[in-house]
């Protein structure tokens, strides 16, 4: 009789000590990758927005403008229109430099703003007007202009401050002199058109009045291709009165193949930092070992995740295959052309060179 009690009081208390085990490592494996866990359940809780219209791009070199703008379905203008094109400015100098030679051929304008402080209303230089001297190339093409940014206050978002950013921006654009039937670009620095999509646009009539544009998402470098999901940049047929500013889905059209979109991609391990604390989605920093300069080198070189989470797709499928490094690329074919005549200044951007200066 008592043999059986103590036997059950030992099962007792072995069920405790499990419990006692189980439960603190459960609640701390939900502390630690909590983020991760709900992005691994993305598909039950969040749906795929409405898939895009794909518009089929067509191009090679020394095709003739008529025969490209016919095989979309368009028509030859006797001119081509002015192109504006409009741009949030942070730090990403060297990136900038490899937008604006790309696009210098194909734009008039280049609208620049630049805040004073960061998105998470952290106080920043005006980098731009510190390094103008280095695009005097472009000068003569340039509307630059600044927004006054705050210290965000507790739980303000900093979408908002971003937000904003974009309402001035679009003041800008007015100011620059943006009219009826111009094309305008709204992307960000690293979303980079290709000059040969903007001029095709620039020739041809009919176009649709806005068209998002689909560019290759790289990620640290161009030695690490993403995939072909970059879909926020977009290009307007200028309205006045209707056009505004923006960087969320605005149409259903989406043009094919139209450049490249190169995030995270820093010449200095500080640069990354920066970003990572003036970025949009800073609660993605959960931790400040995040931040550490020999861990961020070590993820750069092997193409895994700065923050350590998921990929953010809508399907198990897609979450499992993106999952883990990313494999490394050596094309550096149909790169912005800037890049590859100036190789030995953009090494780190390129297959191979992923050991960044440390400043
Ligand atoms: C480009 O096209 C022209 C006229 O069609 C032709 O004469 C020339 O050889 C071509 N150049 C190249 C590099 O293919
Ligand atoms: C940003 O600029 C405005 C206007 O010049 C100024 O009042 C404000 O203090 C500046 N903010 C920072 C963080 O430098």
């Known amino acids: 009789m008592s043999g059986t009690r103590s036997i059950k009081r030992d099962i007792e208390l072995r069920i405790l000590l499990i419990w006692l085990i189980v439960m603190p490592t459960c609640a701390l494996f939900i502390y630690f990758h909590g983020l991760k ?41 006797d001119n081509p229109r002015n192109v504006f094109d409009a741009i949030l400015f942070s730090n990403e100098l060297d990136l900038l430099a490899i937008r604006w030679h790309e696009l210098n051929p194909v734009v008039t304008t280049f609208v620049i703003l630049e805040s004073n402080t960061t998105f998470t209303g952290l106080p920043k230089p005006l980098n731009f007007a510190i390094n103008r001297k280095k695009f005097a190339f472009a000068e003569a093409k340039v509307k630059y202009g600044t927004a006054t940014g705050w210290p965000l206050s507790n739980g303000q978002s900093p979408f908002v401050e971003e937000a904003y950013q974009r309402v001035v921006l679009d ?98 391990i500080n640069d990354f930092i920066f970003k990572m604390k003036s970025y949009s989605h800073v609660d993605r920093v959960k931790f400040s070992y995040f931040l550490d300069p020999s861990r961020i080198q070590n993820i750069i070189c092997s193409g895994a995740n700065l923050f350590d989470m998921l990929p953010e797709e809508y399907s198990f499928q897609q979450i499992i295959a993106k999952m883990g490094s990313l494999p490394h690329f050596f094309s550096a074919v149909h790169l912005p052309s800037y890049l590859i005549s100036h190789a030995d200044n953009f090494k780190y951007l390129l297959p191979g060179g992923c050991v960044r200066e440390s400043e």
Not at 49 to 61: D, L, Q
Not at 212 to 232: A, G, K, T
Request: glycine share 4%.
């Open 171 to 268: 003041r800008l654009l007015k100011e620059a002199g943006v009219s009826k039937d111009d094309l305008v670009i709204m992307a960000d620095v690293d979303e980079i058109p290709s000059a040969h999509t903007i001029n095709l646009l620039r020739w041809c009539d009919n176009i649709p009045p806005i068209m998002h544009l689909q560019l290759r998402n790289y990620m640290y470098s161009f030695e690490f291709f993403v995939d072909y999901d970059s879909w926020r940049s977009q290009i307007h047929v200028y309205m006045p009165g209707k056009t505004n500013y923006g960087h969320f889905r605005r149409a259903d059209e989406i043009f094919a193949d139209a450049g490249w979109h190169c995030s995270f991609c820093f010449r200095y």
């Open 37 to 77: 866990i709900s992005y691994f359940f993305r598909p039950l809780w969040d749906k795929p927005p409405k898939p895009f219209r794909y518009i089929p791009h067509f191009y090679a070199e020394n095709v003739s403008m008529e025969h490209l703008c016919k095989m979309h379905g368009w028509k030859i203008r």
